[in-house]
C-alpha cells in the first residue's frame, strides 16, 4: 500500500502515520524527521535544511526530492510506505509520479487530514517530542504521565525548534500558498480522500484505517 498523508503543520500526520507503520507494517518516510535527523549529526544536507526550517519555509524542491529518491528505492518500500510531508508543492508531487513510475508503483491513496488553522498554533506550540524514540505528546490533548518523561522509554522530552507562534504563522502561510494545491491536484488524480482531523486521535485512525480498508477490497 502506497499511502500519502497530508495536512497543514500540526494536523496529525506523524502521530497517525505511527499508527498506520504499527497497522500495515510499512514504513514511514517523512522529509521533516530525515532533515532534523540531519541537522542533529550536522551533514551536508542538514546545513541545507537548517535555515529554512527554522524560518518554517520550505527546503529547495531539488534537496527534498533527492532524499525521497533514494529513499524509495530502499527495499523496505517495495511492500509500500507512507508519505509524511512530501509532497508539499505541485513540482514535487509531478516529481513524485516520476519516481514512483520509475519503480513501477502508484499511489494506493491520497489522506488529507483536514483541521481548520484555529486549532494548529495551539497543537504545534503544546506539541512535545521523545529525545529517545521520538514518540509525539501533546501538554492538553495527549499528555505524558510526567511532565518531562516520555510513558513509553524515560526519554526526556523536547520542543521543536519551530514550535513557536511565529513560525508556525509563517509554517501555516506557505501551507496557504504552496501546499494547499495539492488538494486539487490529487481531486483529479482522483485517489483522494478528506477525513476530520478535529477529532480525538483514536477516531482519526479508525477513519484512516477505514478508508485504506475500502481501497484494499
Ligand atoms: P514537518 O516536520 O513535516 O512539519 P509540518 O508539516 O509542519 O507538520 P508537523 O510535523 O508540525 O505536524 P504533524 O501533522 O506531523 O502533526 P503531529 O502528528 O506531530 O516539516 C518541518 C519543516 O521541514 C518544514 O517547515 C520545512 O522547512 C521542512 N520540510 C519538510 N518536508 C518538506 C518538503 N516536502 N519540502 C520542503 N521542505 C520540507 O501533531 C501535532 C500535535 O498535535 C502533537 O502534539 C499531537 O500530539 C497533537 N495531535 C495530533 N492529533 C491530534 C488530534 N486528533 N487531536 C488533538 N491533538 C492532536
Ligand atoms: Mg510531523
Ligand atoms: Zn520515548
Known amino acids: 500500500m502506497q499511502i500519502l498523508l497530508m495536512g ?22 517523512s522529509t521533516g524527521d530525515m532533515f532534523r535527523a540531519a541537522v542533529k549529526e550536522g ?30 528505492a530502499k527495499e523496505d518500500c517495495k511492500n509500500g510506505f507512507i508519505l509524511d510531508g512530501f509532497p508539499r508543492t505541485v513540482e514535487q508531487a509531478e516529481e513524485l509520479q516520476k519516481i514512483l513510475e520509475e519503480l513501477g508503483m502508484s499511489l494506493t491513496k491520497v489522506l488529507n487530514i483536514h483541521v481548520p488553522a484555529e486549532h494548529l498554533i495551539e497543537r504545534a506550540v503544546g506539541r512535545r517530542i521523545c529525545k529517545t524514540c521520538g514518540a509525539t505528546y501533546h501538554v492538553k490533548f495527549n499528555p505524558p504521565k510526567s511532565d518531562k518523561v516520555c510513558d513509553n522509554c524515560g526519554g526526556q522530552l523536547y520542543q521543536r525548534a519551530d514550535d513557536n507562534e511565529e513560525t508556525m504563522k509563517k509554517r501555516l502561510s506557505v501551507y ?4 494547499r494545491p495539492l ?12 477525513i476530520d482531523g478535529r477529532q480525538p486521535i ?10 485504506l480498508y475500502s481501497v484494499k477490497n
Open 8 to 29: 497543514p503543520p500540526g494536523a496529525g500526520k506523524g502521530t497517525q502515520a505511527v499508527k498506520l507503520v504499527e497497522k500495515f507494517s510499512i514504513p514511514q518516510i
Open 183 to 194: 488538494i486539487d491536484y490529487y481531486k483529479k488524480v482522483g485517489v483522494y480522500a478528506e
Open 43 to 72: 551533514t551536508e544536507l542538514g546545513k541545507k535544511a537548517k535555515a529554512c526550517m527554522e524560518a518554517g519555509t520550505l527546503v529547495p524542491d531539488e534537496v527534498t526530492v533527492g532524499i525521497v529518491r533514494e529513499r524509495l
Open 202 to 211: 483514536e477516531n482519526v485512525t479508525e477513519e484512516l484505517v477505514n478508508v
Open 176 to 179: 496557504e500558498e504552496s501546499t
